[in-house]
C-alpha cells in the first residue's frame, strides 16, 4: 500500500511552531516594559526621597543636603547624577540602571524638587503655586 502524501502535509506544525515562537517574543516583550517601568518608579522614589532628606539638611549647607541626598539615593539603588541648591530649593536628578539583558543596558532617569512653599496673601493657609 503507497502512501500518499499531499502538498500541505505538517503545515498546522510549523505554523503553531512559528505562532509560539511569537508569543515567547512578545511575552518577554511585555515582560522587558514591565522591568523598565518598575525600574523607573524606583527610580522616582529615590529622587524624591533624596530631595526631601536634602531639604531636610539643607540648614547645615549646600554640601551637606547634597551629601544626605547621595547616601538616600545610595539606600535606594540609585546614584545622583546633580544635586543643584538655589536658595532653600533642592532639586536632585538621579539615575538608575534596569537589570535586564535583552535591551543591553538602559538608564532610567528621575528628577525631583523640594523646598518651603511661599505663602500668599493674608491667610496663612494659602499656598502659592507657580
Known amino acids: 500500500m503507497a502512501v500518499r502524501l499531499r ?8 505554523f503553531t511552531c ?3 515562537i511569537g508569543l515567547i ?6 515582560g522587558q ?4 517601568t ?16 536634602a531639604a531636610g539638611a539643607i540648614a547645615e549647607g549646600a554640601d551637606a543636603g547634597c551629601t544626605r541626598a547621595s547616601d538616600i539615593a545610595r539606600r535606594m539603588g540609585a546614584r545622583i ?15 538608575r540602571n534596569v537589570p535586564s539583558g ?4 538602559p538608564t532610567v532617569r528621575a528628577i525631583a524638587r523640594a523646598g518651603p512653599v511661599e505663602e500668599c496673601g493674608t491667610n496663612e493657609a494659602t499656598q502659592c503655586v507657580e
Request: a negative charge.
Open 25 to 30: 517574543g512578545m511575552s518577554l516583550l511585555i
Open 18 to 20: 512559528f505562532a509560539v
Open 102 to 105: 535583552l535591551l543591553g543596558d
Open 81 to 95: 547624577g546633580e544635586c543643584a541648591v538655589v536658595g532653600w530649593d533642592v532639586t536632585v536628578a538621579v539615575e
Open 33 to 36: 516594559v514591565g522591568v523598565v
Open 38 to 53: 518598575v525600574a523607573r518608579h524606583r527610580a522616582q522614589a529615590a529622587a524624591d526621597l533624596a530631595a526631601l532628606a
Open 7 to 14: 502538498a500541505d502535509a505538517g503545515v498546522a506544525t510549523v
